[in-house]
T-cell receptor, first 113, second 116 residues
Framework: DGGITQSPKYLFRKEGQNVTLSCEQN?????MYWYRQDPGQGLRLIYY???????QKGDIAEGYSVSREKKESFPLTVTSAQKNPTAFYLC????????????FGQGTRLTVV | AQTVTQSQPEMSVQEAETVTLSCTYD???????LFWYKQPPSRQMILVIR??????QNATENRFSVNFQKAAKSFSLKISDSQLGDTAMYFC?????????????FGPGTRLSVLP
């Protein structure tokens, strides 16, 4: 079945450590996105990529990094520079053109301990 | 920059009744798309309905319909015959096509509780 897979579902990290969240899609979508969701808030865009080997900062990119070496994969690294990393992270993808919605993964809950 | 506002942080409705969730947006664009997403307790984001701005006819999907008022920049969601499974966060979203891809902007969400 086509879709987006995020792993792991739950992730615990010690302060000062970097951690990488995985996002893979088999929808053949060009565009991929990372969002952060905090309680009582909507989705805030961290990074997005419209094509392989290219990505752009979103509204809250500080303390995060991404790569887009393959069309199917868009991993997000939460670095130790991110001051408040505990949150729910959602990955999404869409076709670059045409009338389409964003398709979402099931999310990763990151907790810093 | 585009913004999306949902003025109702929380709402509740009795099972089988009808409820309307509000959404307004701000844009200078003439061609864009609007969406309502549902996020149940599982936290999986699910598309409920979408509307193309160039279409005057309001979109409908079974018990879900929208009232799209382009001049007022309003995009409300009506849920008829509410069911317990409709309990979720609902997000309004705006999307426009750019020269280099798409831009999605989400509202803060409305938490809907359907009461038995």
């Amino acid at each position: 079945d086509g879709g987006i897979t995020q792993s792991p579902k739950y992730l615990f990290r010690k302060e000062g450590q970097n951690v990488t969240l995985s996002c893979e899609q088999n929808l053949n979508h060009d565009a991929m996105y990372w969002y952060r969701q905090d309680p009582g808030q909507g989705l805030r865009l961290i990074y997005y990529s419209q094509i392989v080997n290219d990505f752009q900062k979103g509204d809250i990119a500080e303390g995060y990094s991404v790569s887009r070496e393959k069309k199917e994969s868009f991993p997000l690294t939460v670095t130790s520079a991110q001051k408040n990393p505990t949150a729910f992270y959602l990955c999404a993808s869409s076709t670059s053109y045409g009338i389409t919605e964003a398709f979402f993964g099931q999310g990763t809950r990151l907790t810093v301990v | 920059a585009q913004t999306v506002t949902q003025s109702q942080p929380e709402m509740s409705v009795q099972e089988a009744e009808t409820v309307t969730l509000s959404c307004t947006y701000d844009t200078s664009e003439s061609n864009y798309y609007l969406f309502w997403y549902k996020q149940p307790p599982s936290r999986q984001m699910i598309l409920v309905i979408r509307q193309e701005a160039y279409k005057q006819q309001n979109a409908t999907e079974n018990r879900f319909s929208v009232n799209f008022q382009k001049a007022a920049k309003s995009f409300s969601l009506k849920i008829s015959d509410s069911q317990l499974g409709d309990t979720a966060m609902y997000f309004c979203a705006f999307m426009k096509q750019q020269n280099y891809g798409q831009n999605f902007v989400f509202g803060p969400g409305t938490r809907l509780s359907v009461l038995p």
